[in-house]
Structure formats: C-alpha cells, structure tokens
Nanobody, 124 residues
Framework: VQLQASGGGLVQAGDSLRLSCATSGLSFSRWHVAWFRQVTGKEREFVASISRGEYTLYRDSVKGRFTISRDSAKNTVYLQMNSLEPKDTAVYYC???????????????????WGQGTQVTVSS
C-alpha cells in the first residue's frame, strides 16, 4: 500500500488549496482514508476522513470550509480547503486503513498506512 500526498503550498488567508492523496495497492472503495495535520512540537490532529459508503467526518474547526472526497477512477482522495486561516498552517498527511471501526476514524494510531506530508502555510 502506498499513499502519495501533494498539493500543499503557501497561500494567503481566505485562499483555497486542494490536497490530493494518490493511493495504490488497496481496495480503494473499501478503505477508510483520512487527512491529519501536524505542527512542529504538537500532536498530529485529525482533519477529515471518508469511509465505505462515503461517510465523512470532520473536525469541528474545518466544518463548512473543508471537503473530503474521492475519485475511484483515479484512486485518489482530495481535501478541498476553502477560506484558509493561519491556524490551518501545518504539514498535512493522508492515512489509510481497512480494519478500523467507524468510532475510531479520528484516531491517528488506528491507521496503518501513511503518506509523506505536504506543507500548507497560510499567511495572514
């Protein structure tokens, strides 16, 4: 299983970015895929996830601004981030797992596979 995250960059507050997580080696529609983010010196925090049946989950601070989606034809999960704020600045990681239960979707420890991070920097 391989995950490849991309799409980060330097933007101004209020701008948008779309992150991509290209996957290979997994049954795409059956797996849980999530985005986490981490600031140096802080714990990795959950951002959003998409699961079988297209169930989605978001952390409260990104609801209404971020949208997670997936394209099965491309085996890719996207995180559309609108109205970005300086507090969204972090390294963003995508993660995948096939066996976690729905109540554990926001726990980083439950995901077995991780991509490399992509830096998102939002200036004020």
């Amino acid at each position: 299983v391989q995950l490849q995250a991309s799409g980060g960059g330097l933007v101004q507050a209020g701008d948008s970015l779309r992150l991509s997580c290209a996957t290979s080696g997994l049954s795409f529609s059956r797996w849980h895929v999530a985005w986490f983010r981490q600031v140096t010196g802080k714990e990795r925090e959950f951002v959003a996830s998409i699961s079988r049946g297209e169930y989605t989950l978001y952390r409260d601070s990104v609801k209404g601004r971020f949208t997670i989606s997936r394209d099965s034809a491309k085996n890719t999960v996207y995180l559309q981030m609108n109205s970005l704020e300086p507090k969204d600045t972090a390294v963003y990681y995508c993660a995948a797992d096939s066996h976690l239960i729905m109540s554990s979707r926001a726990r980083a420890s439950e995901y077995d596979y991780w991509g490399q991070g992509t830096q998102v920097t939002v200036s004020s």
